[in-house]
């Protein structure tokens, strides 16, 4: 993830931005730079690799200057290099930009700028920005700032310095976290809090939208329609746990809120938007073996096997490829029948789970090669397989697997792509410019918490839950009751809709909670029917769809409206509303969310 700081005061600049960008080294990355201005120019230095590559570069020839920005780089467009790396500056040398996020509409937005003459020395959207900025800066960097934004689409924190006027840095965010800092006669600015509590506790956090400008003075911060706002100073008397959990109260919450971001490190540096490419290294699966492949059996437990169920959808319907999916503690209990031309994919969080782990020995023993998708570099299941899609999710503390699963279902996506690269000769390019908004989709579904801790409260008095999907929504709702097992203690049972008239319609009554999904075209009319018959037996439906609420009138007692997205990858945002009812539920009802009693992170007997 990326990782953004920045500095105006007296001090010496660049110090303090190692310091910042050292306490977010946590995030994980694979370049680093500073800006800072010196007699009116902008100086960068850039490296390749850790911040201790930067160090070493900077060593005895430190910029002088007192203003300037710091940044973290996880590859998004471009692969990791010092010529990709931040801060970005524009082609006429005006402006310096340090961003987190990802800009959708980039490459209409640089053959525009192309035909008006400006230069790209990278393959990043960022640089995109960067000119974009710089084409509109007259005297004011932030009228600047404000305008190019109005024109990014995607989700952004930005950070900008100009060459020109008084000491100022520029921000802005639509999406990714920005705090500022305030101290006395300097300002600070972090995507996370944690690089600022060693200098200020008194913080802001942007809203989306807002643009920011830090000057000696102080910080001055305008809303999206452009008045002049005042934002809510935050105290941050953090101690060491809390600066772990990022304020939030339990991690759980915050692994929910860090999905934004998850999701877009899984596809980032695997997709070449601009040749409609996606590209997976680690796979070591090449287009020759990837065409050969007959059978994909993929092998997990818990909440990766629902992902696995997810991952079917997805293989069968972009790559043509037959798929089983089995818990890998039945797996080698039912005489699978192997080839040596299938493949065994593991799906695991943690990497170190005994029945999955035994369960792609067995297929391995049968004769198919082995791969995974995993979140732990170096686990077992990376050690015994012979490639992996790296989730990159960051850690995850919570027990109840939040942003583990929803990057399982982007990596799921971007086999189930790259299958269909090899198989049927290309992607087309909306299948890639859906993965390019998931994060802002996700980021907007997010917004949805107060109504979920709404009926959180209304509802976390029932004894059972009735969860019900079709299609891909049928492993979110069993995803969704496995959650609010875990974390609440509350029974729950996932179903697929059609299967509800066959044996669960007998515990509907006037205290059962039922869950319904209900998006996209193929089954919307047969879940909005099984709603119906649910209804009529007096019980209480809970709507999840992206269809207007109107439509659910006289059916459903609460509606969840949710953004629409590709029907492929709207299981990763139908699952965020089920994992933030489970944790509001679980927390109104005085349980133990992040170490829910009995489980384990890691499963390791079988
Ligand atoms: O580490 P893994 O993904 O292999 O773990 C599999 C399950 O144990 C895990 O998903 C479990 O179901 C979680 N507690 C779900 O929240």
């Given at each position: 993830?990326c990782g953004?700081?920045?500095?105006?005061g007296?001090?010496?600049?660049?110090?303090?931005?190692?310091?910042?960008?050292?306490?977010?080294?946590?995030?994980?990355?694979d370049?680093?730079?500073?800006?800072?201005?010196?007699?009116?120019?902008?100086?960068?230095?850039?490296a390749?690799?850790?911040?201790e590559?930067?160090?070493?570069?900077?060593?005895?020839k430190?910029?002088?200057?007192t203003?300037?920005?710091?940044?973290?780089?996880?590859?998004?467009?471009?692969?990791p290099?010092?010529?990709?790396?931040?801060?970005?500056?524009?082609?006429?040398?005006?402006?310096?930009?340090?961003h987190?996020?990802?800009?959708?509409?980039?490459?209409p937005l640089?053959?525009?700028?192309?035909?008006?003459?400006?230069?790209?020395?990278?393959?990043?959207?960022?640089?995109v920005?960067a000119?974009?900025?710089?084409?509109?800066?007259e005297e004011d960097?932030?009228a600047?700032?404000?305008?190019?934004a109005?024109?990014?689409?995607?989700?952004?924190?930005?950070?900008?310095?100009?060459?020109?006027?008084?000491?100022?840095?520029v921000?802005?965010r639509?999406?990714?976290?920005?705090?500022?800092?305030?101290?006395?006669?300097?300002?600070?600015?972090?995507?996370?809090?944690a690089a600022?509590?060693?200098?200020?506790?008194d913080?802001?956090?942007?809203?989306?939208?807002?643009?920011?400008?830090?000057?000696?003075e102080?910080?001055?911060?305008?809303?999206?329609?452009?008045?002049?706002v005042?934002?809510?100073v935050?105290?941050?008397?953090?101690?060491?746990?809390?600066?772990?959990?990022?304020g939030?109260?339990?991690?759980?919450?915050?692994?929910?809120?860090?999905?934004p971001l998850?999701?877009?490190?899984t596809?980032?540096?695997?997709?070449?938007?601009?040749n409609?490419?996606?590209?997976?290294?680690?796979?070591?699966?090449?287009?020759?073996?990837?065409?050969?492949?007959?059978?994909?059996?993929?092998?997990?437990?818990?909440?990766?096997?629902?992902?696995?169920?997810v991952?079917?959808?997805?293989?069968?319907?972009?790559?043509?490829?037959?798929?089983?999916v089995?818990?890998?503690?039945?797996?080698?209990?039912?005489?699978?029948?192997?080839?040596?031309?299938?493949?065994?994919?593991?799906?695991?969080?943690?990497?170190e789970t005994?029945?999955?782990?035994?369960?792609l020995?067995?297929a391995?023993?049968?004769?198919?090669?082995?791969?995974?998708?995993?979140n732990?570099?170096?686990?077992?299941?990376v050690?015994?397989?012979?490639?992996?899609?790296?989730?990159?999710?960051?850690?995850?503390i919570?027990?109840a697997?939040?942003?583990?699963?929803?990057?399982?279902?982007?990596?799921l996506?971007?086999?189930?792509?790259?299958?269909r690269?090899?198989r049927?000769?290309?992607?087309?390019p909306?299948l890639l410019?859906?993965?390019?908004?998931?994060?802002?989709?996700?980021?907007?579904?997010?917004?949805?918490?107060?109504?979920?801790?709404?009926?959180a409260?209304?509802?976390s008095?029932?004894?059972?839950?009735?969860y019900?999907?079709?299609?891909?929504?049928?492993?979110?709702?069993?995803?969704?009751?496995?959650?609010?097992k875990?974390i609440?203690?509350?029974?729950a049972?996932?179903?697929?809709?059609g299967?509800?008239?066959?044996?669960p319609?007998?515990?509907?009554?006037?205290?059962?909670?039922?869950?319904?999904?209900?998006?996209?075209?193929?089954v919307y009319?047969k879940?909005?029917?099984n709603?119906?018959?649910?209804?009529?037996?007096?019980?209480?439906?809970?709507?999840?769809?992206?269809?207007?609420?109107?439509?659910?009138?006289g059916?459903?007692?609460?509606v969840i409206?949710?953004?629409?997205?590709?029907?492929?990858?709207?299981?990763?945002?139908?699952?965020?509303?089920?994992?933030?009812?489970?944790?509001?539920?679980?927390?109104?009802?005085?349980a133990?969310?992040?170490?829910?009693?009995?489980?384990?992170?890691?499963?390791?007997?079988?």
């Amino acid at each position: 993830m990326c990782g953004i700081v920045g500095y105006l005061g007296s001090k010496q600049v660049v110090p303090l931005l190692l310091d910042g960008l050292k306490r977010l080294e946590y995030r994980g990355y694979d370049s680093a730079g500073v800006v800072v201005r010196q007699n009116g120019d902008l100086r960068t230095v850039r490296a390749e690799g850790k911040l201790e590559k930067l160090v070493q570069k900077l060593e005895g020839k430190i910029p002088p200057g007192t203003y300037g920005l710091g940044h973290t780089r996880w590859a998004t467009h471009g692969e990791p290099s010092e010529r990709n790396a931040h801060p970005m500056i524009d082609s006429k040398g005006r402006v310096a930009i340090i961003h987190n996020g990802i800009i959708e509409n980039f490459l209409p937005l640089k053959r525009r700028l192309q035909d008006e003459g400006w230069s790209f020395s990278s393959e990043t959207d960022t640089e995109v920005a960067a000119n974009l900025i710089s084409s509109y800066l007259e005297e004011d960097l932030r009228a600047a700032v404000t305008r190019a934004a109005g024109e990014l689409e995607g989700m952004y924190a930005l950070a900008v310095v100009s060459t020109v006027g008084d000491p100022e840095i520029v921000v802005t965010r639509q999406g990714p976290p920005l705090v500022v800092g305030f101290g006395d006669g300097e300002q600070f600015l972090a995507s996370d809090p944690a690089a600022l509590i060693a200098h200020t506790k008194d913080v802001v956090f942007l809203e989306n939208r807002d643009v920011a400008r830090l000057t000696a003075e102080g910080i001055e911060i305008w809303d999206e329609t452009g008045e002049r706002v005042e934002r809510p100073v935050t105290r941050l008397n953090w101690d060491p746990i809390q600066v772990e959990k990022g304020g939030y109260k339990h991690f759980m919450l915050k692994e929910i809120h860090e999905q934004p971001l998850a999701v877009q490190e899984t596809f980032a540096g695997r997709v070449d938007f601009e040749n409609q490419r996606v590209l997976l290294d680690d796979l070591n699966l090449d287009p020759d073996q990837a065409r050969a492949v007959s059978k994909i059996d993929i092998l997990a437990c818990g909440t990766s096997w629902h992902a696995g169920l997810v991952g079917k959808f997805l293989i069968q319907g972009l790559a043509g490829i037959p798929v089983e999916v089995d818990y890998g503690s039945e797996f080698r209990y039912r005489d699978p029948i192997v080839t040596p031309t299938d493949i065994a994919l593991g799906i695991s969080q943690s990497g170190e789970t005994a029945d999955t782990l035994s369960a792609l020995e067995a297929a391995g023993e049968r004769g198919a090669r082995l791969f995974s998708i995993c979140n732990v570099p170096g686990s077992q299941i990376v050690r015994m397989t012979d490639g992996v899609i790296y989730t990159h999710a960051g850690p995850e503390i919570g027990v109840a697997s939040t942003k583990a699963f929803t990057t399982q279902l982007v990596a799921l996506y971007l086999l189930a792509l790259y299958l269909r690269q090899t198989r049927k000769g290309g992607i087309e390019p909306e299948l890639l410019q859906a993965l390019a908004h998931l994060p802002a989709a996700v980021d907007e579904v997010l917004q949805l918490e107060p109504q979920l801790e709404r009926l959180a409260r209304d509802y976390s008095r029932a004894n059972d839950f009735l969860y019900l999907g079709r299609g891909l929504n049928y492993p979110i709702a069993l995803e969704g009751a496995l959650k609010l097992k875990e974390i609440s203690y509350i029974h729950a049972e996932g179903y697929p809709a059609g299967e509800m008239k066959h044996g669960p319609i007998a515990l509907i009554d006037e205290d059962l909670p039922i869950v319904a999904i209900a998006t996209g075209e193929r089954v919307y009319e047969k879940v909005r029917s099984n709603m119906q018959e649910a209804k009529a037996r007096d019980g209480i439906v809970i709507a999840l769809t992206d269809r207007e609420p109107a439509e659910f009138e006289g059916i459903a007692r609460e509606v969840i409206q949710v953004p629409r997205v590709s029907e492929e990858l709207q299981p990763i945002i139908n699952v965020i509303p089920l994992q933030m009812l489970a944790y509001h539920v679980g927390v109104k009802r005085g349980a133990d969310v992040d170490q829910p009693r009995n489980l384990a992170k890691s499963v390791t007997v079988e």
